[in-house]
């Protein structure tokens, strides 16, 4: 498989820059996920037949996370633990939900995964839950992870974890050892047989990092909320479960 650029070159690029200069960039890439998630939340309330008013509320939340988590990010704003929690509810919502029998048969369900753990990463650079040290190299891993979503592969990519070798890890006191997040999706491709799928991801990343500065809308097809698929990503993330918790 090419990768023509690691997740180390990108990350140390960006440690050069200063945090609050390329976390505007960042965020911007990040509310591309907005439409998805104000759109899954109302599909998983159909399937489900949730509380209206419930998804109304998230609804709203969303509308408002962005502004929330700029403001927050550079301490425009008072820091409320209370609207934090709304936020990651909205977020939790599609993560949690995605699993449920109703919601699970359907193609968006393992990119609501994927797409929530954006979400959830952007919220904590955007509260300083992370050292400025650590976000170059969350950004570098979220142009890959996004690129992830826009090919639409339905597999919740923290699931291949399993696919490394024994012994290696992905964020380690050794630095290089990010990498091994090329290897990691490379092996859950040749599993899967989706290798074409896996070079296209590759390539989606390279273009997205050469626009860093320019975000790439997300023109996703809104079929996905209705076709009905195999789950492949599901039963993997239980036989993970179950593999971690019998070793």
Known sequence: MKTEIRLTEIRDILEKEKINNI???YINWIKTLLPFWKEAVIRIGELKDFDQKKLDKHL??????????????FERIKYIKARRNEIDSAISFIRNRALDKEVSKYYFAPICRNVASLLRISLYISTHGYGDDQIPTCIAQAIYELSFCHV??????SDFIWFLPKGASIHTDNKDDLDNYHM??????KKFEIMDAIQEYNNM????????E???????????????FENISKNLHYSAINAFHNK
């Open 152 to 157: 639409l592969l339905p597999f919740d990519t």
């Open 60 to 73: 709203s939340v969303i509308e408002n996370s962005f502004s929330l988590m700029e403001d927050w990010r």
């Open 214 to 228: 320019k975000p790439i809308p997300w023109n996703y097809p809104k079929d996905i909320f209705t076709l009905e």
């Open 23 to 25: 976390y505007p960039i």
């Open 184 to 189: 990691m999706i490379e092996n859950a491709g």
């Open 205 to 212: 990343a390279v273009k997205f990092w050469r626009n860093f």
